[in-house]
C-alpha cells in the first residue's frame, strides 16, 4: 500500500504512528512510536515528535521545534520556529520522572511564536496568541494575546489573528473578516 504523505528521505518515522493524508514531514524530522499526525500537517526540518503525542489537522510545525509526550494539538494550531514544550515541572537528569509527565492542549486555531517557551500542565485555548519569546506558565483563554515573560495577556486577537478592539459596547470587529467578536462581562472573548 502506497503511504499518502511526503516523507523526506532523512526523516525517520517509527513504527506504530498513524500520519494523515496529505502530511508533509521534511528533513531530519523523527516521529516516535504512537504518534497520530492528522491530515495536511506540514512538519518542518529538525523536527522531534516524541511517543504519544497527537496533533489535529493543518498543523504547521516549523523548524526546530520538540513535541513532547503529554502534548495535544487540536486542528489548525501554529507551532512557530524553534518554540518549546515541557513536560515535567521539576526535571532532574539523575532523577526518572516520565511518570510525572504533565499534560498540555493546544487547542483548535491557537498560534505560539518563534521561541516561545509553554511550561506543562497549561491549556492554550482556541485561537489564542502567544507572542515570540513569551514564556507561558499558566492557562490561556479563548482569543487571548500573551507577551513576554512570564507570558502577560495584553489583548484580544481575531481568528485571522489581528488585534481585537472593543468599542463601549463590548463588541470588536474584525478588520480582515469582518467577524464580530465580544467581551463578556466575565472577561471572555466569544466570537458573535
Not at 529538525?46 to 520538540?66: A, C, E, F, H, T
Not at 515573560?149 to 489581528?162: F, L
Request: glycine share 12%.
Amino acid at each position: 500500500m502506497e503511504k499518502e504523505y511526503y516523507a523526506h528521505e532523512s526523516a525517520i518515522i517509527d513504527d506504530g504512528c498513524k500520519i494523515g493524508k496529505g502530511t508533509k514531514i521534511w528533513h531530519f524530522t523523527h516521529i516516535m512510536t504512537g504518534c497520530v499526525i492528522g491530515e495536511n500537517c506540514n512538519l518542518g526540518q529538525n523536527v522531534v515528535i516524541s511517543p504519544d503525542v497527537v496533533l489535529g489537522r493543518n498543523v504547521k510545525v516549523q523548524n526546530n521545534v520538540s513535541i513532547y509526550t503529554g502534548v495535544i494539538c487540536g486542528d489548525d494550531v501554529f507551532l512557530g520556529p524553534s518554540m518549546v514544550f515541557t513536560n515535567v515541572i521539576n526535571p532532574r537528569s539523575h532523577i526518572l520522572r516520565k511518570d510525572q509527565y504533565q499534560a498540555t492542549q493546544v487547542r483548535r486555531g491557537a498560534s505560539i511564536g518563534a521561541n516561545a517557551t509553554i511550561v506543562c500542565g497549561n491549556e492554550i485555548g482556541e485561537f489564542a496568541f502567544i507572542g515570540a519569546g513569551a514564556v507561558v506558565t499558566k492557562d490561556v483563554p479563548a482569543f487571548a494575546l500573551i507577551v513576554g515573560n512570564p507570558g502577560r495577556h495584553v489583548g484580544w486577537m481575531s481568528e485571522y489573528g489581528h488585534r481585537l478592539h472593543f468599542d463601549e459596547t463590548g463588541v470588536a470587529v474584525c478588520p480582515e473578516s469582518h467577524e464580530k467578536y465580544e467581551l463578556t462581562k466575565e472577561g471572555k472573548v466569544i466570537k458573535l
